[in-house]
């Protein structure tokens, strides 16, 4: 029998205008007044910036001491901090170097800035694995609760540079596709006074090649759920304007949810490796403010290797 | 639910495969060695993998003219060797695959680099392409031939146990029935002038836990282990993963708190979670970096938890180098063999114990012992702790 898992608290940085823009930046908030320690704020570079003060933001109604996870996720980890240290590598020929960058260059510097900060002295793991990197942190977090904790903190973080764009256009990845970045944090807690989005599922498959083995993979998701496909009131999307990707989408609408509610989000964040976080937050969101919705399928495809489902359920 | 490891891979400065790391050992014979891997400014021994990856290739029966990171190359070596070792047929059951790094493909993308420096049109695309941590577990993944669950665990040192946990934890969350698990991280110019940059790196050859210790060698390589569920095993496995723990020191972002708190409590979690007793642990595989606080800090825990009966213990770093994203992929498979054939393992250079704790590490080769149960300890960045215990199995 599995503990359920209730979305009870959520927080999000993401890009808000973006109208015809190729590369979108989230929308930051006023940093001093989240991250109130001046000295570790001044050395965060902005991925760390946007990955703890949403963290915080997500813990506010919590202490410390109820948190028994930090789980992070994060595809390309913090690149500015990588390339500042790189740079100054091949500029000083290895001599009288800097070591913040390096320190904070590793993947695992947001989740161990918000044990450090909050004091929180509980399991702490960082998973980045392109599209997977946030699914693997979500399956983590229901394991957590499964296995008896009571309030995990699960969230993903991506910061977008020039360098970064540029490579990414030259590699051809963006034919069509708006790039973006974001933070988002979730408290997932074993009990709910108020009936709050339920995580139910989360499955992780690589490439398939295969739109009959998907359709497969998605039917066999929703049954293990109890669920059939008419059961899911909104498919979520991880349409990004990429014209022979979009098109797995598409088909998966037509064939498999012809009476749904489509919805996407990459429009509005941009695509990144854990744009995922933010469908999250978005379809809990709309599972919060609207009534007649009770189970939102996220399915999202990372280059067409990385394929995910996400189901996220209320009870009504 | 029981998990049990049974199959081991290991590729390291002191040999490829298994056999060959121990009779390194067997034989007193370390890695340390100068760089020769790229062109350095520094001038500090490591434990670097002694082939070049075209002949890792050739052994791989990649491709010549594909492009790899030396990270998914040694990947591959000691992924396939585990693999082969359990005789786990992939397709019988729920594989997945777990990997762990601390720099990806860092090895090509600081090539790339420096001609992009130079001009942003420049540089070759596929130096670059296996730069995120993600690459390597999908190239290994593939060369395995695994489709299922596969997925990266970044937490600097202590990524591998991490790794090693998370396997364990989805077979007992019926997500999976076996799993390969460990790490893999190559040596780079990024890495070494960073922990250098930290003024942590020992000119001279390291000396873990001894008095004299004055900081770390870098190594490089790549550990895995596969573990299984009960319900698929088919052969006698080597031991069982009893008892583990992460635990955040919080303390500092690279630094280990002077007590040991956090190396204190992942130890003490992985032994009450196994439930064995702690007067039945051992040997210890420790940390043991070579750092003044590292070592200080990991003795002082031991010294918290067993008081005046600690069990054998060392620090294989000596030999291999501190192998980062890898460590814990290696030395857990150090450590199953300690369980399955009772091996101790020498710690190199060392002469005076810590004033403050007194430890004193075995410093030869010894197999055949009775060692029921042994604890492994990585600590990392970020404040991240982990422990592992393996225990022998007698009853299945």
């Not at chain 1, 359709?215 to 009131?233: M, P, W």
Request: glycine fraction near 8%; aromatic fraction near 8%; charge should be negative.
């Amino acid at each position: 029998m599995m503990q359920k898992c209730y979305i009870n608290s959520v927080a999000s940085i993401h890009p808000e205008e973006n109208e015809g823009c190729s590369l979108v930046h989230a929308c930051e908030p006023d940093y001093k007044m989240i991250i109130t320690n001046a000295g570790l704020r001044r050395r965060m570079s902005r991925i760390i910036k946007m990955g703890v003060a949403c963290a915080l933001e997500s813990m506010k109604h919590y202490s410390s001491s109820q948190i028994d996870a930090v789980i992070t996720a994060t595809g390309l980890g913090c690149l500015s901090d990588t390339e500042k240290f790189m740079n100054a590598l091949i500029d000083n020929e290895e001599r009288m170097l800097n070591p913040t960058p390096f320190i904070q260059s590793t993947p695992n510097t947001i989740g161990g800035q918000i044990a450090l900060l909050c004091q929180i002295h509980a399991y702490n793991v960082t998973y980045t694995h392109r599209g997977f990197s946030f699914e693997t942190a979500l399956i983590d977090a229901m394991m957590r609760i499964n296995e008896g904790d009571e309030h995990v903190l699960v969230g993903a973080m991506e910061e977008i540079n020039e360098t970064s764009h540029l490579i990414m256009k030259r590699m051809g990845l963006l034919k069509g596709v708006k790039t973006g970045e974001g933070a988002q944090f979730f408290v997932i807690g074993n009990e709910s006074d108020e009936n709050n989005p339920q995580l139910k599922g989360v499955e992780i498959f690589m490439t398939l090649g295969s739109e009959e083995l998907l359709e497969k993979k998605i039917n066999e998701f929703l049954a293990f759920y109890g669920l059939n496909k008419e059961d899911v009131d909104c498919l979520m999307t991880g349409k990004n304007g990429h014209q022979r990707q979009d098109v797995i989408y598409v088909n998966i609408e037509n064939r498999l949810f012809p009476n749904a509610f489509y919805s996407t989000f990459k429009n509005t964040c941009g695509e990144y490796q854990t744009a995922s976080a933010f469908a999250v937050w978005k379809a809990t969101k709309m599972l919060n403010e609207d009534g007649m919705i009770k189970n939102v399928l996220i399915y999202n495809h990372y280059n067409n290797i990385n394929h995910s489902l996400i189901l996220i359920s209320k009870d009504i | 639910m029981r998990i049990f490891v049974t199959g081991i891979g290991v590729v390291s400065g002191i040999g490829l495969g298994v056999e060959e790391n121990i009779e390194a050992f067997r034989h007193m014979r370390h890695g340390m060695g100068k760089v020769t891997l790229f062109p350095t400014e520094l001038s500090v021994p490591v434990s670097e993998v002694k082939f070049t990856n075209e002949e890792i290739k050739k052994n791989l029966a990649l491709q010549s003219n594909k492009t790899y990171s030396r990270t998914a190359l040694l990947g591959m070596l000691a992924a396939k060797e585990a693999l082969n070792d359990s005789q786990l047929d992939t397709s019988s059951c729920r594989v997945g695959f777990i990997s762990s790094t601390s720099v990806g493909g860092m090895d090509l993308s600081e090539n790339f680099f420096i001609q992009f420096k130079e001009n942003n049109a420049k540089g070759r695309l596929r130096e670059i392409a296996s730069h995120d941590c993600g690459d390597s577990t999908e190239r290994i993944a593939s060369y395995l031939g695994i489709q299922g669950f596969v997925t990266t665990v970044s937490t600097a040192c202590s990524s591998a146990a991490n790794a090693i946990m998370l396997g364990a934890r989805l077979i007992k969350n019926d997500h999976l029935d076996a799993v390969i698990v460990g790490g893999t991280d190559a040596l780079c110019k990024f890495t070494l002038n960073g922990f250098n940059s930290l003024m942590i790196l020992d000119k001279e050859h390291c000396r873990p836990l001894d008095n004299s210790r004055a900081g770390l060698n870098l190594g490089e390589g790549a550990g895995y282990l596969v573990l299984q569920s009960q319900k698929t095993i088919t052969q006698q496995p080597y031991c069982e993963l009893s008892g583990y723990a992460n635990i955040n020191e919080a303390y500092h972002q690279t630094g280990s708190s002077p007590e040991g708190l956090g190396a204190y409590m992942s130890m003490n979690k992985a032994i009450l979670q196994s439930g064995v007793p702690e007067e039945s642990i051992d040997y210890i595989n420790l940390h043991g970096t070579g750092t003044p606080t590292n070592d200080l800090s990991e003795s002082k825990a031991i010294k918290r938890i067993f008081g005046e009966r600690v069990p054998l213990l060392s620090s294989v770093k000596a030999f291999i180098g501190h192998t980062l994203g890898a460590s814990e992929g290696i030395e857990a498979a150090y450590s199953v063999l300690s369980v399955y054939k009772g091996i101790v393992y020498p710690n190199l250079n060392f002469v005076h114990p810590i004033e403050e704790t007194g430890l004193i590490p075995v410093t030869r080769f010894q197999e055949g012992l009775k060692i029921r149960h042994v604890l492994s300890n990585s600590f990392g960045f970020g404040g991240n702790n982990s422990s592992l215990l393996f225990s022998s199995v007698e009853d299945i």
